[in-house]
């Protein structure tokens, strides 16, 4: 069901599907356009269900609270995507869902999403679709590469992911993950020198528009920080740039795309993975740009006139993780102006769990990392993690 019926104003119902922090953001944007949410979420007080009108929870597979949700709305999104497409297919009978079915199912499953980035022609690292574990060894030894093994479906934070560097690492993968015939996605490893991200908006209308790329450093497979501008070279941007509004366009996307990429030591660029929705690295965006990627999110899936992504100032986000939350606790009241928190409500903290962010803005990158440094919650960067984001101290 399409939108064409639907009156853009104040006072419109959107369902969410998902109550996670990203959620959250969205709803809080919404809020100055005078919109109404309801949360759709199996845990209670989830944290997009703590700032909506009212939340629904329930399973993402029940299918009378998803009616039920539809019943209630003007139009329904999601916040993530690992929820059912079959669900949000039958939903589309019922209600708008402008991000659509198709968007999300080729985003979930990881041999379909590469196959969707070559068809738009834009370069990524050397696949194969792999289902024993002979298959691994054979390639290896045709690549003669080191190779990371990935689920094709789930995982995120580094989960579902084994890095092979030498046949023996093949010894560690368990037996009874080639027992069933399960598909996975065997990738050569790239030695890339910087990773960075694109969030691009794209609106029912057509109108594309994409944020400045951003450099990220992560810490066991979770996102620690994300700096804007990148500090990479002019020309390279443009091309990030260019490269995830191609992606944009050919899969039609309602709502925002991430695109994650490599930079190679020549400065060329290959896509790593897509996400259909706001993105951790896009939360700079919220306190350091002319319109946040949430209420761009929404402008876009609502059809409204794109908002300016205009950068202000030097940004650099900080994720807080469950165990850094005593500290961060110690710090709260003592945090300088320059610094904006955003904490998410979850009730129980947890090791690797995104527990909220800290966004540092200030006049240069080695300011802002002075500053993180000061706070003493997170373990200071490492020389090589330095580098990884572009710099080589901390004036």
């Known amino acids: ?72 709305c003007d139009v329904i999104i999601y916040e993530f995507e690992n929820i059912d497409g079959a669900m949000v297919r039958r939903l589309e009978d019922v209600c708008a869902v402008p991000q659509g079915s198709r968007l999300l199912e080729t985003t979930q499953h990881r041999l379909t999403e590469k196959k969707a980035i070559q068809a738009s022609g834009v370069p990524v690292a050397p696949y194969r679709a792999i289902t024993d574990r002979h298959e691994i060894l054979n390639v290896m030894q045709e690549w003669n590469r080191s190779v990371v093994l990935k689920t094709t479906m789930g995982g995120y934070d580094g989960k579902g992911q084994w890095i092979l560097q030498q046949e023996e690492d093949l010894q560690t993968l368990p037996d009874e993950m080639f027992t069933s015939g399960q ?38 497979h979770i996102l620690h920080l994300s700096v804007a501008p990148a500090m990479i070279e002019q020309e390279v941007i443009q091309q990030a740039k260019e490269l995830a509004i191609q992606i944009a366009e050919h899969l039609e996307v309602i709502g925002l795309v991430a695109v994650e990429m490599f930079m190679l030591p020549d400065g060329s660029l290959i896509v790593n993975e897509l996400a259909p929705r706001p993105h951790n690295s896009g939360h700079y965006t919220f306190d350091a740009c002319e319109t946040s990627q949430f209420a761009q999110f929404l402008r876009a899936v609502l059809g409204l006139p794109l ?9 650099v986000m900080v ?64 020389l090589k993690e330095l580098h990884e984001i572009g710099l080589e101290t901390i004036k």
């Open 183 to 220: 598909e996975y996605i065997l990738e050569q490893l790239i030695p890339f020198v910087r990773e960075i991200s694109v969030v691009v908006a794209r609106s029912t209308t057509g109108e594309v528009s994409a944020f400045s790329p951003t450099v990220n450093l992560h810490r066991n």
């Open 1 to 72: 069901m399409n939108m064409t019926n639907t009156p853009i104003l104040p006072g419109l119902t959107i369902g969410v599907i998902g109550g996670g922090q990203l959620g959250r953001m969205v709803i809080l944007e919404g809020r100055k356009l005078g919109l109404r949410f309801i949360t759709l979420d199996p845990s209670p007080h989830c944290p997009g269900g703590q700032v909506s009108d009212r939340q629904i929870v329930a399973a993402y597979d029940d299918s009378q609270a998803m009616k039920e949700l539809a019943n209630a």
């Open 307 to 315: 908002g300016s992504t205009q950068l202000h100032q030097t940004a």
């Open 319 to 382: 994720n807080l993780l469950g165990e850094h939350q005593n500290a961060f606790y110690s710090q709260f009241s003592q945090l300088s102006q320059e610094v904006k928190v955003h904490w998410y409500g979850k009730t129980e903290a947890k090791r690797g769990r995104k527990m909220g962010h800290l966004t540092f803005l200030t006049d240069s990158v080695s300011e802002a990392l002075h500053l993180i440094e000061k706070t003493g919650i997170w373990e200071p960067l490492t």
